[in-house]
């Protein structure tokens, strides 16, 4: 700490300029500038104007390459389109564009930044003794000095040029983070039109289409893909989900199964090769809530199996349906073990029973998971015999149970 007299009145203060207080809280907080060069001492300096110059191009190409991420992320074609499909080579391009953009975007206003205080901050080598606890009324005061002292000598003000357009790289590189985030904001309890993903809002799943009438089979992925014909590719059919039957699946065995509706179906008796259901097949997979865990027990351990209460119903057999969406935060629970038959969500390491009409033995979640009534019809092809009874998902705004 500097012995410097502390005490001065706030007339004394007031009295000051700017270049004095500066100095003062410099001496005050025993700040000793053992080294200042200013970068251009001599006025219209042609290095001067080609520094500035430098400094602008890169703020320039900020600016250009933000406005550029907001006119792609607003008005470029982003909407899927699938193999084949005219318009795929655009859809394709659009998320390296907003990469490529926002990614150059923010380099350039951070090489402008660099540049700007590598050409114009005056050069300064200061050492400074430490001192504890809170700063008196000259420190603060001093302190505001000091830091209009270096607005004044990092030449800004005088610059409106770059002032406006590091101003504007910075606004613009805010939005480039801001806006996609706007993307993901969604009320939650907006119903849209019911399709194979619900309605939108997040009780609603593809099986609901059940509770409108429809009748809805257990589609198994098939993992088909477009084929190559005439030299171009075609999803004409190729069916990506197909039904079900009970005796596709061995005992112990689980498989996750999709909503596929009834006017979706393009399979066995119901085969067209001319018809495409391959996009909506892809919207049942992509549902967020759709996937089903079709389990087959063994028989001895179907014999043993607890329903819940009022779901008795619910199973065909030894054959099980239950959501595959966790009730902790979501996750797939995908990994089942045959031997106690447990699922295990990876993520928090959840345990549920499928004994026990899959309810929480360990871990986190609170919730059994959602059991989706079944049945086999006269063709012998598993279908939904209703919608799930309770929001699939941790359904934090509607659980019941
Ligand atoms: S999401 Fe399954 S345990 Fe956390």
């Known amino acids: 700490m500097s012995d410097k007299k502390r005490d001065y009145s706030k007339e004394e203060l007031s009295k000051m300029s700017n270049d004095e207080l500066a100095r003062l809280g410099t001496e005050l907080d025993g700040v000793t500038v053992a080294y200042r060069k200013e970068r251009f001492p001599v006025a219209n300096d042609p290095a001067e104007k080609r520094a500035s110059r430098h400094v602008g191009i890169w703020l320039v190409l900020a600016v250009v390459f933000a406005v550029a991420f907001i006119g792609i992320y607003l008005f470029y074609p982003w909407q899927y389109k699938h193999l084949g499909e005219e318009g795929l080579w655009t859809y394709s391009l659009y998320t390296p564009l907003l990469g490529v953009t926002a990614g150059l975007g923010i380099v350039s206003l951070g090489i402008g930044i660099i540049v700007y205080t590598k050409s114009f901050i005056p050069e300064e080598i200061s050492v400074q003794t430490r001192h504890d606890g809170p700063s008196d009324e000259v420190d603060r005061r001093t302190l505001v000095a000091l830091l209009n002292d270096s607005w004044k000598t990092s030449t800004l003000g005088r610059r409106p040029m770059l002032k406006g357009l590091a101003g504007t790289g910075a606004v613009l590189a805010g939005l480039v983070i801001a806006l996609p985030l ?9 119903a849209k039109a019911m399709g194979i993903q619900g309605d939108g809002t997040l ?16 589609g198994r992925d098939t993992g088909a893909i477009a084929e190559m014909e005439n030299g171009h590719y075609t999803t004409e059919g190729v069916s990506r989900l197909t039904r079900v039957r009970p005796e596709d699946l061995d005992a112990g065995a689980m498989e996750t199964v999709f ?132 929001p699939v998902g941790p359904a934090f705004w509607e659980r019941r149970s």
């Not at 706007?182 to 907006?190: D, L, M, Y």
């Not at 309810?359 to 998971?369: D, E, H, N, T």
């Open 259 to 390: 909503p596929l509706p009834e006017e979706m179906v393009n399979d066995g008796e119901l085969y067209s090769p001319k018809r495409n259901v391959y996009e909506e097949h892809m919207h049942s997979i992509h549902g967020s809530r759709n996937a089903v865990m079709l389990i087959r027990l063994r028989e001895a351990d179907a014999r043993k199996a607890v329903p819940r209460q009022g779901q008795e119903t619910f199973h065909y057999g030894e054959y099980f349906a239950y959501s595959k969406i966790c009730t902790h935060i979501g996750c797939p629970t995908s990994l089942y073990e045959q031997q106690t038959n447990r699922i295990l969500c990876p993520c928090h390491q959840s345990q549920f029973d499928v004994m026990q009409y899959c309810k929480p033995i360990f871990g986190p979640a609170a919730r059994a998971l959602p059991q989706l009534p079944i049945s086999v019809d006269e063709d012998g092809y598993l279908f939904a015999d209703g919608d799930f009874i309770e």
């Open 203 to 218: 009780w609603t799943t593809g099986w609901t289409l059940v509770s409108e009438g429809q009748k809805v089979y257990l």
């Open 182 to 190: 706007g993307g993901i904001v969604k009320n939650p309890w907006k």
